[in-house]
């Protein structure tokens, strides 16, 4: 156990595991993977999205798989490919650079493009799902390759086969996206991006000009990770029933819900949090982001458990006045 995870977690929070191991081309992985006869061993990415509560007593791979090309998949269309070990902005950056159209809403969100899959990662009206083509994995206790198209997927709301029926079962190494390369359709109907945008000519606008607005309204809410430890969005937004939501309405007239195709409805869990007063409130180190209630911050030296206590203290708090339960996007190791 002398093998710090501080410098691979975006909360940078301390906990040891038993060895670091660097990945950084198949072959080394699927070695990684052949010398792990539990399939207990964490395979990590950017450390973007997890909150390690305690030691881990078991390998942890990091996995810096590098590679990025396309081809054209039609006059208008373009297959994109990059793997596993990329950052996922860095890439969304490049596609842009390149002229590609269709990831820009998701542009500055932290994270390794192998890891964007899993949690079907999505922000101001776009889904990666919505540009997904297929995703090449290995499966962990044979050492096979796999392909998965989007269908395989099962992709949800933060949600895919990867946290499901293939939990732990496979390591994502390269993911492809099918994206414009002309014509582009560009997604404002997010509030915060149709006010960005309000009054300008939206018919000259491009895709790099969309992603430049996301980032500078992600980084008048957001707190850096290299500056002070978190990890996005703790919870997720809850989906609630249109009978619920009605029950809601009457006491909470002003409750900020989003209809969704199956009759269902998302409410904002920051202003779920927000409405209890709890912004800005912290447990010691561990607190909740000052600008933005669905972010919890590593103020200095908060441990995972720290953070996890106060993600129940707002749990508890949230269900005890609106009956609704949070769901975290972070997951928790051990």
């Known amino acids: 156990?002398?093998?710090?995870?501080?410098?691979?977690?975006?909360?940078?929070?301390?906990?040891?595991?038993?060895?670091?191991?660097?990945?950084?081309?198949?072959?080394?992985?699927?070695?990684?993977?052949?010398?792990?006869?539990?399939?207990?061993?964490?395979i990590l990415g950017q450390g973007s999205n997890v909150l390690f509560t305690g030691d881990l007593p078991y390998r942890v791979g990091l996995l810096k798989l590098k590679g990025r090309r396309f081809k054209a998949f039609s006059e208008e269309e373009v297959l994109v490919t990059a793997a596993a070990g990329e950052s996922w902005h860095d890439f969304v950056l490049w596609t842009l650079e390149e002229g590609f159209g269709g990831l820009e809403n998701l542009a500055l969100i932290p994270g390794s493009v192998g890891a964007a899959p899993i949690q079907n990662i999505g922000a101001y009206g776009v889904e990666l799902k919505d540009h997904f083509y297929s995703c090449r994995a290995i499966d962990r206790s044979t050492q096979e390759?796999?392909?998965?198209?989007?269908e395989d997927c099962a992709f949800g709301y933060r949600n895919s086969i990867f946290k499901n029926e293939c939990k732990n079962q496979f390591v994502i190494v390269e993911v492809t996206f099918k994206l414009s390369q002309r014509n582009h359709t560009l997604n404002l109907n997010y509030a915060p991006l149709k006010n960005w945008f309000s009054g300008k000519n939206i018919e000259k606008l491009r895709p790099a000009d969309v992603a430049e607005a996301v980032c500078s309204i992600r980084r008048s809410k957001l707190p850096d990770p290299s500056i002070l430890g978190n990890a996005g969005s703790f919870f997720k937004n809850p989906i609630i029933t249109a009978e619920f939501t009605q029950s809601l309405l009457k006491k909470f007239p002003e409750a900020p819900l989003y209809p969704q195709a199956n009759g269902t409805f998302k409410v904002a869990a920051g202003w779920l949090i927000d409405q209890l007063g709890l912004k800005g409130y912290r447990q010691g180190?561990?607190?909740?982001?000052?600008?933005?209630?669905?972010?919890?911050?590593?103020?200095?030296?908060?441990?995972?458990?720290?953070?996890?206590?106060?993600?129940?203290?707002?749990?508890?708090?949230?269900?005890e006045t609106f009956g609704i339960t949070l769901e975290e996007e972070v997951t928790f190791y051990p």
């Open 1 to 42: 156990m002398n093998s710090d995870l501080k410098s691979h977690n975006t909360f940078g929070v301390s906990a040891q595991a038993r060895a670091i191991h660097s990945i950084r081309t198949e072959s080394e992985l699927i070695a990684f993977l052949a010398a792990d006869t539990s399939n207990t061993d964490l």
């Open 145 to 150: 390759e796999k392909v998965f198209n989007a």
């Open 285 to 319: 180190d561990a607190a909740v982001h000052d600008k933005q209630a669905l972010v919890l911050v590593n103020l200095g030296s908060a441990s995972g458990n720290d953070l996890k206590n106060l993600a129940q203290h707002i749990k508890k708090s949230v269900n």
